[in-house]
């Protein structure tokens, strides 16, 4: 309190002081109730309940963080080696042009171990010739004209082949499509 407050109070009548205090702010209170038998325990069904609630919500979060996490495990185990893939399908391509060029039968024998292992490993050689232009899994370098009425945007030719991983597309075949 500031000093001229307390001089304003001090200089005014005991009889003004009093009605102050005695405001219709300042009720006397009402005599507390305690609370019956049926009024506790609601008050402890709503807290039961209120709990519950919690306990059923924050279960759930952790099955949904559990199921999340395990579906994100597998995938990076089926496709960690992803980018490794990636860098050996060049030599691959390479490897075939090499057999294309020699028929050496010890490459070959290599060269089918090679692949039989990629396969495993879940490599798979996409087949896109003669197949219908599909621009999720192919990518058309050029288009020329169908010699045949049927040849009409299918693939004539790959220049590039398409390869998945575990069922993904690791790269898209490069081919040439009939219009």
Do not use: C, W
């Amino acid at each position: 309190m500031s000093k001229k407050d307390k001089d304003t109070i001090e200089n005014k009548p005991v009889e003004e002081q009093q009605a102050e205090q005695e405001t219709p702010e300042q009720q006397p209170e009402e005599p507390q109730v305690e609370p019956t038998e049926t009024d506790k325990l609601q008050e402890m069904g709503e807290k039961l309940a209120e709990l519950n609630d919690k306990y059923l919500r924050l279960y759930s979060e952790y099955e949904n963080y559990r199921k999340r996490t395990n579906l994100e495990k597998a995938d990076l185990l089926l496709n960690g080696s992803r980018e490794m893939m990636k860098a050996i399908l060049p030599v691959i391509d390479d490897f075939e042009r090499a057999l294309s060029a020699m028929d050496d039968e010890g490459v070959r024998l290599i060269y089918n171990k090679f692949i039989k292992i990629l396969e495993q490993k879940g490599l798979k050689a996409m087949e896109s010739k003669g197949e219908t232009f599909d621009e999720a899994l192919h990518e058309a370098i050029t288009r020329i004209p169908a010699a045949e009425e049927d040849q009409k945007g299918k693939v004539v030719d790959v220049v590039e082949k398409g390869y998945y991983l575990n069922d993904k597309v690791l790269r898209y075949a490069k081919v040439v499509v009939a219009f």
